[in-house]
């Protein structure tokens, strides 16, 4: 006599704890937006003042004629705008730290899902894991070359990389303007922008690698991504 197999009953409350999920899952999404809208925001007002400050010196040099006074103002206004680079770098990071919490959550909640249904597994390309190789296969990275991540190769292609460029060769041009106003000779005004601009870019890259180190540790780990068993 053939037994008959009574189907799978669901786990009680197993709705309402989706319902949850999933309520938690949009907040994380609309976060995520709101960082993504800032980041942009951020590096569109650094251009537009470092645009407005361009055009404004090119009103005061032929005014001047590239004299003293366009030394003076030129100076100042490229320290202003380098200063809000540096804070724009600065909060970039920031934002992508936060980004990588929200990132851990879905990840986290994902794994709920799957608890609560595991036969669904097939249907997910993201990750359930919520460590860092976790974070980079959801954000379509791979896994194994995240030791390469920080490097500085990677780091140029990152909006705040690139942004460490242009606010570095602000400071090369403060320094080159320095130069000038002192009197040095045109080697010793190309030798001073070169020094500020790899001095600037190289303080930017440090700091955006040591923001970068923080992202594992940033948060607790409660579902590690298994380790894969040696072939």
């Known amino acids: 006599m053939a037994i008959e197999v009574p189907p799978h009953a669901p786990e009680p409350g197993a709705a309402i704890k989706i319902q949850i999920l999933s309520t938690e899952h949009w907040s994380l999404l609309a976060t995520r937006s709101l960082t993504y809208q800032e980041s942009l925001g951020r590096v569109n007002m650094f251009l537009t003042i470092l645009s407005g400050a361009v055009i404004a010196l090119a009103l005061v040099a032929q005014a001047d004629r590239f004299g003293t006074a366009f030394i003076s103002v030129a100076v100042f206004m490229l ?5 809000t680079g540096v804070a724009t770098v600065q909060r970039l990071l920031m934002l992508n730290r936060d980004d990588y919490k929200w990132v851990i959550g879905m990840n986290r909640l994902r794994h709920g899902y799957l608890e609560l249904h595991p036969e669904l597994e097939p249907n997910f390309t993201t990750s359930r894991y919520d460590d860092l190789p976790g974070a980079l296969d959801t954000l379509g990275l791979d896994p194994a070359s995240a030791p390469n991540l920080g490097t500085i190769f990677h780091a140029f292609v990152t909006l705040p990389g690139m942004l460490g460029v242009i606010v570095a060769s602000v400071g090369g041009a ?10 040095a000779p045109t080697y010793g005004v190309l030798l001073a922008g070169a020094a500020a601009f790899i001095a600037s870019l190289a303080a930017i890259m440090r700091t ?3 923001s970068f180190r923080r992202y594992g540790p940033s948060a607790e780990t409660r579902f590690p991504t298994p380790s894969k068993s040696p072939t």
């Open 79 to 83: 320290t202003v705008v380098f200063f």
């Open 174 to 183: 403060i320094a080159a303007l320095a130069a000038i106003g002192f009197g």
């Open 208 to 210: 955006g690698r040591r």
